[in-house]
């Protein structure tokens, strides 16, 4: 009988009794929230000396019957008036939690360490990358060809419609542009030097790059990231197959081939949405394009093209390589570094085409 919570109205006294913890007050919870709700006249004697238990439960549930404020009159235990003390002492409302200060040289610090361990781990990716590639060197039978023509068919094959579709749009928007300027200075026939320097040297390469970074690079980070989640790349491992030889090095080695390829094709594709494009605003023939194009884009600028393939075919393999071999068995960092693959790819190549523009500034570029 003593474990059920009891609540005695008498006349200007309320008496207490029982085991006030919650799991007794659940039965008659309601009943003894509007009981206690109606006792709302201060001057009324408090009687909790029969109490046996009293929890942090109903120790809220009394505090807030007694209005956050002691009653004036209260016999309470020492144990139970300590759980009272303690309900008493928070605050009505929880304080929000403070906004997070942003300091600029400890942000930039942070960030700088961030790239500064992903670049030594790409650094590390090479190295191993360099080794491999003499350890095939000396033992050709053990060339992943397989794996190889499956990347490539992969990045470069099943990218050829796409970057078909880009680049020719990208032809005809810069073909329509620059013969809308050039139409009023009547020096339409240089719309050949602007479309071939353009695309060949810049738009082609950098295009391709950001198409693949957005398309095979998050697919090799993600697919090396789920070999992390579900524990392939340990058991690789454990049955002594190397994982850079069997999974790293074929992806890297297939895009460095695969790129160049699609920007010889993007370009040709660009040129061609280009050539179309002036024959109907300008006029001017396919032929007559075709026959200036050699004489207005010396061939150096094809070779800094294809040789910006390579390169950023490589840079987008050996990053989206380093974020999926980094993966944490979870979910949330496999998206994560999926985004940051793409990211950092995309920026990396625009880092290294900026370096390449400085660098042969006076290579291909017709002097006047």
Avoid at 18 to 26: E, I, K, S, Y
Avoid at 49 to 60: E, G
Avoid at 77 to 91: G, H, I, Y
Wanted: hydrophobic share 55%.
């Amino acid at each position: 009988m003593n474990e059920i919570p009891r609540l005695h109205v008498e006349p200007g006294r309320v008496v207490l009794s029982g085991c006030w913890t919650l799991a007794g007050m659940l039965p008659q919870l309601d009943d003894l929230q509007h009981e206690l709700a109606e006792r709302t006249n201060a001057a009324d004697e408090w009687d909790l000396s029969a109490v046996t238990r009293l929890d942090s439960a109903a120790a809220v549930l009394l505090w807030r019957a007694w209005g956050g404020t002691w009653p004036v009159h209260l016999n309470v235990a020492a144990l139970p008036r300590q759980v009272l003390s303690r309900v008493a002492e928070l605050p009505r409302e929880m304080p929000a939690p403070p906004a997070p200060r942003v300091h600029l040289p400890e942000f930039v610090g942070v960030v700088m360490l961030k790239a500064l361990a992903n670049l030594q781990g790409m650094i590390g990716l090479f190295g191993q990358l360099l080794l491999d590639a003499l350890y095939l060197f000396r033992h050709p039978a053990e060339v992943p060809w397989k794996e190889l023509t499956a990347n490539v068919y992969k990045a470069g094959a099943q990218a050829l419609p796409v970057t078909a579709l880009v680049g020719f749009l990208i032809g005809v928007t810069i073909s329509y542009l620059s013969a809308l300027q050039l139409r009023s200075f009547g020096a339409d026939v240089f719309i050949v030097n602007i479309l071939g320097v353009s695309i060949i040297r810049e738009l082609g390469p950098v295009l391709v790059a950001v198409l693949v970074a957005g398309r095979s690079g998050s697919a090799m980070t993600a697919q090396i990231g789920v070999m992390r989640v579900t524990e392939e790349i340990d058991a690789l491992s454990t049955m002594g197959v190397s994982r850079s030889l069997r999974v790293v090095f074929p992806k890297i080695i297939g895009l460095t081939v695969a790129l160049p390829l699609l920007v010889l094709w993007t370009s040709a594709v660009a040129l061609f949405g280009g050539m179309l494009a002036a024959l109907l605003q300008l006029d001017l023939s396919l032929v007559y394009f075709l026959d200036n194009l050699p004489r207005a884009v010396p061939v150096s600028n094809l070779v800094i093209g294809l040789s910006k393939g390579v390169v950023f075919g490589f840079v987008i393999a050996v990053v989206a390589c380093h974020f999926g071999l980094h993966v944490k068995p979870n979910t949330e960092s496999l998206s994560a570094n999926t985004t940051s693959a793409v990211v950092t790819a995309i920026t990396t190549v625009i880092l290294i085409d900026a370096i390449f523009a400085i660098f042969t500034r006076n290579v291909g570029v017709p002097q006047l």
